[in-house]
T-cell receptor
Framework: DAKTTQPTSMDCAEGRAANLPCNHS???????VYWYRQIHSQGPQYIIHGLKNNETNEMASLIITEDRKSSTLILPHATLRDTAVYYC???????????FGSGTRLLVRP | DVKVTQSSRYLVKRTGEKVFLECVQD?????MFWYRQDPGLGLRLIYF???????EKGDIPEGYSVSREKKERFSLILESASTNQTSMYLCASSPDPSRFYEQYFGPGTRLTVT
């Protein structure tokens, strides 16, 4: 699995966009980028994934650079309930095992 | 919405007891997983199951066993609980083998072994 690097913590104001970066410079061609988050005292929650195209769903958007060495998760209108640890993972879709790094602790301020 | 439920949020057991942790999913998912999560160690896979009565060891299966008699239910068994098994236990499910990345987690069981 490619190593991912994320900032330890970030904050943003409620209602503003939260842009969470992830560096995965050693990603290989068959590795997808996945994002999960974990709200305090809850299980992790799948957010979104992508290979090379940008992706959007009801929760977030994922922007992957053309060289695939980095990506950004965008929460378009952050709410207080988005305060959580966000994990960026890069590994093949055939791998059944999720490996979470340290993640980014996002604090959404009122 | 996918729902994964776990039998208890908090559990306290004594050393040597046999412990059963139950997990149920309601979305007819093929795959189910048991992880434990510890500070500084992240998420570690204990076992997973890709079909009824089928199971595979994860990274840390020692001291644990599992049972999957029905598709919707995956049980984790601690044969003889020890203090180093004090942890947060998380169950997850995913739709099919082509979508392992898309795992849906339960709320977790915080187990304390004294």
């Amino acid at each position: 699995d490619a190593k991912t690097t994320q900032p330890t913590s970030m904050d943003c104001a409620e209602g503003r966009a939260a842009n969470l970066p992830c560096n995965h410079s050693t990603i290989s061609g068959n590795e997808y980028v996945y994002w999960y988050r974990q709200i305090h005292s809850q299980g992790p929650q799948y957010i979104i994934h992508g290979l090379k195209n940008n992706e959007t769903n009801e929760m977030a958007s994922l922007i992957i650079t053309e060289d695939r060495k980095s990506s950004t998760l965008i929460l378009p209108h952050a709410t207080l309930r988005d305060t959580a640890v966000y994990y960026c993972i890069a590994h093949p879709d055939s791998s059944y095992k999720l490996i979470f790094g340290s993640g980014t602790r996002l604090l959404v301020r009122p | 919405d996918v729902k994964v439920t776990q039998s208890s949020r908090y559990l306290v057991k004594r050393t040597g007891e046999k412990v059963f942790l139950e997990c149920v999913q309601d979305m007819d998912h093929e795959n189910m997983f048991w992880y434990r999560q510890d500070p500084g160690l992240g998420l570690r896979l204990i076992y997973f199951s890709y079909d009824v009565k089928m199971k595979e060891k994860g990274d840390i299966p020692e001291g644990y066993s599992v049972s999957r008699e029905k598709k919707e239910r995956f049980s984790l068994i601690l044969e003889s609980a020890s203090t180093n098994q004090t942890s947060m236990y998380l169950c997850a499910s995913s739709p099919d083998p082509s979508r392992f990345y898309e795992q849906y987690f339960g709320p977790g069981t915080r187990l304390t072994v004294t």
